[in-house]
C-alpha cells in the first residue's frame, strides 16, 4: 500500500490565524473546514482514502514556543486522531536530515 507523507513545519506555524491557513494549504482542506482544533481532529480523525497518510511534524518545539499551549493541543489533536484511524499515522522530529537510506514507511 502506498504512503502519503505531509511535511509540516513547527517553525512555519506562528499564530492561531496562521497555523489554520497553513493546514488548510498543507491537506488542502475543504472550504467548510471550520479553521478551530475541532474541525481539525473532525478532518483528521475521519480521513479515509486507500493511502496512509503519515504526518510528520518537525521543529514540534518551536510549534510550541511560537504558540505555546495552543501548540501543544495541535500536536494532542493530530496524536489523538491517529489513535482512532489507522489511516494517519503521526511522527514528530525535531530535526530531519533526508538521504538516499532513509526512507518513511
Do not use: W
Given at each position: 500500500m502506498k504512503n502519503i507523507i505531509t511535511?509540516?513545519?513547527g517553525?512555519?506555524?506562528?499564530?492561531r490565524d496562521q497555523v489554520h491557513d497553513y493546514l488548510?494549504?498543507?491537506?488542502?482542506?475543504?472550504d467548510y473546514?471550520?479553521?478551530?482544533?475541532?474541525a481539525l481532529y473532525d478532518l483528521m480523525s475521519t480521513y479515509q482514502q486507500p493511502e496512509t497518510l503519515i504526518?510528520?511534524?518537525?521543529?514540534?518545539?518551536m510549534l510550541i514556543?511560537?504558540?505555546g499551549e495552543y501548540g501543544q493541543k495541535i500536536i494532542r489533536v493530530f496524536d489523538?486522531?491517529?489513535?482512532?484511524n489507522p489511516n494517519i499515522d503521526f511522527r514528530m522530529k525535531d530535526v530531519?536530515?533526508?538521504?538516499?537510506?532513509?526512507i518513511f514507511v
Amino acid at each position: 500500500m502506498k504512503n502519503i507523507i505531509t511535511v509540516l513545519d513547527g517553525r512555519s506555524m506562528i499564530n492561531r490565524d496562521q497555523v489554520h491557513d497553513y493546514l488548510i494549504e498543507r491537506f488542502n482542506f475543504p472550504d467548510y473546514y471550520g479553521r478551530n482544533l475541532d474541525a481539525l481532529y473532525d478532518l483528521m480523525s475521519t480521513y479515509q482514502q486507500p493511502e496512509t497518510l503519515i504526518i510528520l511534524l518537525i521543529f514540534p518545539e518551536m510549534l510550541i514556543e511560537q504558540i505555546g499551549e495552543y501548540g501543544q493541543k495541535i500536536i494532542r489533536v493530530f496524536d489523538d486522531a491517529s489513535h482512532v484511524n489507522p489511516n494517519i499515522d503521526f511522527r514528530m522530529k525535531d530535526v530531519i536530515l533526508f538521504n538516499e537510506s532513509e526512507i518513511f514507511v
